[in-house]
């Protein structure tokens, strides 16, 4: 049952979800994880108190949970980021006039610097840089990120949005988003990654990364484990180094 109704999302999946729900719980577990024990204690708090989920991480789908609510609908552009395929650096121009990613992780930092305790920016900065770090959130304007795409997935229709939203990861780990996200933090400790930069150097990333993707892609491209297998190691390491970078956001606004 539960593979079906993840190929279901995989086919019906939008530009407004990136990781999906297990790979975005995941992505802020092992981001939690990497915090300090004082930021650990701050974020525990908010979500007690915000009430709608049982931790932290469960909270990081909140920007996706309210997509069907007309009045976040101001939030939806800031998701992603789209380019044309000559691009190779995002700037901030890249942001449409309602805003991208980047102005998103941008504005919800500054809201944090005003407000510890405003849950929804905290929200919305773990979401975005979660994006952020999806390739498919960092792509063309022409395909809508990867949803135009046809390609079948273990014999189901889908599109290489979608197959990098829930595909892959469902594939590698079911709903498993807990155990998951331990495993990658501790990878991501023995890896020692940086987490300098900026937003637009991180999206960077994963402008090539989508680059590669679609150098790879053919219509109607029948994939199944072989594509998984391939890129199973890519996303974790997108995951990993993601975390990293947003433990580090959160230690500055909550850590000792």
Same mark, same amino acid.
């Given at each position: ?35 300090? @024990? ?96 999806? @390739? ?20 189901? @229709? ?99």
């Amino acid at each position: 049952m539960y593979r079906f109704i993840g190929l279901l999302l995989l086919a019906m999946s939008s530009q407004v979800h990136a990781w999906g729900f297990t790979g975005h719980k995941a992505f802020c577990q092992a981001a939690f994880d990497l915090t300090q @024990p004082a930021t650990q204690q701050a974020l525990s708090a908010i979500a007690a108190k915000q009430g709608e989920y049982h931790s932290f991480a469960e909270a990081c789908t909140w920007a996706d949970d309210i997509k069907k609510d007309h009045q976040w609908d101001w939030s939806k552009h800031l998701h992603y980021v789209n380019v044309t395929h000559d691009d190779q650096q995002l700037t901030d121009s890249d942001c449409a006039a309602k805003g991208c990613v980047l102005s998103g992780i941008r504005d919800m930092q500054t809201r944090l610097q005003q407000d510890k305790q405003d849950w929804q920016a905290l929200f919305f900065l773990a979401h975005f840089v979660g994006d952020l770090h999806q @390739p498919m959130h960092v792509s063309f304007a022409d395909d809508l990120g990867g949803n135009k795409t046809k390609v079948s997935f273990f014999g189901n @229709p889908a599109n290489l949005h979608g197959i990098w939203d829930y595909g892959i990861i469902e594939h590698l780990v079911g709903d498993d988003w807990h155990g998951w996200g331990d495993k990658l933090a501790a990878n991501a400790k023995a890896q020692h990654y940086t987490a300098e930069g900026t937003a637009a150097q991180w999206g960077d990333e994963s402008l090539q990364l989508t680059q590669k993707i679609y150098a790879n892609y053919h219509e109607n491209a029948e994939l199944g484990q072989g594509y998984v297998s391939a890129n199973a190691l890519q996303i974790e390491q997108q995951i990993e180094h993601g975390a990293v970078r947003l433990a580090k956001l959160l230690d500055q606004l909550y850590g000792n």
